[in-house]
């Protein structure tokens, strides 16, 4: 059972978040907006089965699954690392992996319920068709993220605090365009962040093929919020753009500010002021941090929500100049090296089938 495997106790097995709000039904069954429906198109085009298209064969250290540098650990270099011996190094690395993919996996949960709220919400019929396929998405990358973090690493981490509370603040708002900000633009946004920073760093097979194929689905999703949130923002007034503005400004700094991973750091003995310090002074965590926002700052400026207070915001996070980075151009990066990876695959097991034809035919 999963629950065997958390680190610690994950509290109750439902969490229920009172949630507000009308369904709302189209009786318009015209075609629709024609670069929505192309994307519905795409979204039905890309379903791929994660039990085929992943090769879940591929070996994985469980006290080694990412392989990447421990430079990239918040300890490396202080008197905790220095105090560890090579077994607790190896604990920590696998506490480290699965903390960061039982955090993906929660956020692709949310990401389902929250794809499901706007099939329910959304008031046009050509975003509900899009908003269907992209749950169908989101429950596949659930399934895979804990398939990776059952097998693989055997350990699971509860939810976040913080984004627990980014995923609440969204789910609980009754206007029908939140779910859409907070998941497919902030909680999304951040995710693509940090499963590029992991998929091009990784040297290993199985998480690179699996943060690659997820990544692919996630830039549609990006780009579904983006089409939806621009036109509709367009029809609001100041003062309820500021109000959206408000919310993104709270979600940024609630997860720059804490998604830090101090719960493995407690686990291994770190006080919690020590945990803070070490993560402020951390050259690899201030990158990162920074680079957490390299999708959301250019979708928030494409939408509309660009005020005085959130730029100001966005230069007190040191983020301000990715505003102008081009999202298109990253979405379509995560296209071809999805691509990329099912060619050499595809490849590789072309060749393994030659090869063994020709020894059976030497054989005859």
């Known amino acids: 059972m999963t629950r065997d495997l958390y680190r610690h106790d994950p509290g109750p097995p439902v969490w229920e978040v009172p949630a507000t709000g009308a369904a709302r039904f189209s009786w318009d069954y015209d075609e629709g907006r024609e670069r929505l429906l192309a994307l519905y198109q795409k979204g039905k085009d890309k379903q791929w089965d994660g039990t085929k298209r992943v090769d879940w064969e591929l070996e994985v250290d469980p ?11 918040v300890v490396f270099g202080t ?16 506490h480290y992996a699965s903390w960061n993919f039982s955090q993906f996996l929660h956020g692709e949960q949310g990401a ?35 398939r990776f973090l059952q097998e693989k690493i055997g350990m699971v981490y509860p939810v976040n605090p913080s984004l627990r509370s980014l995923l609440e603040d969204t789910l609980r708002d009754s206007r029908w365009d939140m779910p859409s900000l907070g998941m497919q633009v902030l909680i999304e946004g ?30 549609r999703h990006v780009a579904f919020g983006r089409m939806a949130l621009r036109e509709y923002y367009k029809q609001l007034s100041d003062a309820e753009l500021r109000d959206r503005e408000e919310f993104v400004i ?38 990162f941090r920074k680079l957490l926002f390299s ?16 730029q100001r915001a966005y230069a007190d996070m040191g983020v301000f100049e990715m505003g102008d980075a081009s999202l298109d151009q990253l979405m379509a990066q995560d296209e071809e090296i999805a691509e990329q990876l099912d060619a050499q695959r595809f490849a590789a097991e072309e060749a393994a089938r030659t ?6 035919i030497a054989e005859a």
């Not at 389902?112 to 019929?125: F, K, Q």
């Not at 709270?250 to 919690?272: I, N, Q, S, T």
């Not at 999708?295 to 959130?310: M, Q, T």
């Open 295 to 310: 999708r959301i700052v250019p979708c928030v400026k494409d939408i509309g929500l660009w005020g005085e207070r959130l």
């Open 112 to 146: 389902l319920v929250c794809a499901t709220r706007i099939v329910e919400a959304v008031p046009d019929l050509d975003a509900k068709f899009y908003a269907a396929t992209q749950a169908m998405d989101e429950a596949r990358h659930v399934e895979i993220y804990s």
């Open 63 to 73: 006290y080694d699954p990412l392989g990447v540098p421990d430079e990239n650990l």
């Open 355 to 360: 090869e063994e034809v020709s020894r059976t």
């Open 250 to 287: 709270e979600g940024c700094y609630l997860m720059r500010d804490r998604l830090r991973g101090e719960e493995v750091l407690a686990d291994f003995g770190v006080p919690a002021a020590d945990a803070v310090e070490l993560s402020e002074r951390s050259e690899f965590l201030q990158i």
């Open 190 to 219: 951040l995710a693509l962040a940090a499963f590029g920073m992991l998929r091009d760093s990784t040297e290993k097979p199985l998480p690179k093929q699996i943060l690659a194929y997820v990544m692919q689905d996630e830039a």
């Open 79 to 94: 008197r905790y690392w220095d105090k560890m011996s090579e077994h607790n190094r190896r604990d920590l690395r696998r």
